[in-house]
């Protein structure tokens, strides 16, 4: 990917935020794009990098759970950047009125009565292939009486999203809420 398209990915991943945008040996270093004609910081962690996502609103973009197109650009962005998959550690934790995404195509098409199957079940696979850990609460499960085998199988269930975050954050997991 060129520098050019990786800023632009980057800026409308980001909004009003900018991310990390350059791989840089000198992690402090920064480096000026032309075309916004502004220096751009790079990052400075490259290992052991840690976050957790919590999901509960029903929001959508591109036809897909937002939150779940936003782990993924995170997840290319850090590809982009070279930091290698085992040193990025980002779990996402789904409850309340997010819950139904990671259900099978069943129990989805049950749960919006709609015959389509679940839209969110490949962008859910290539998540969890780029080692994000997509998890979803058993106290959201229990309230909408879904059971295990109404869940996706790449995604684990939790005893409960805030005692889950809670725990990751004591864990040097940095938080980001959707």
Known sequence: MSSRKLITFLLALSGNILLPLFPSTAHSAATVDPQLQREILSIEVRENIRVVYQVNRDEWKGGVGKALAYLKRLSEAYDGLEVPQDERHISAVFHGKAGYWMLTDEAYNAHTNTPAGNPNKTIIRELTAMGVSIELCAQT??????????????????????????????????????
């Open 141 to 178: 499960m229990k309230s909408q009486g879904w059971k295990a085998e109404d869940v996706l199988p790449d995604v684990k269930i939790v005893i409960g999203a805030y005692p889950r975050i809670i725990d990751l954050q004591l864990q040097g997991y940095a938080y980001i809420k959707f």
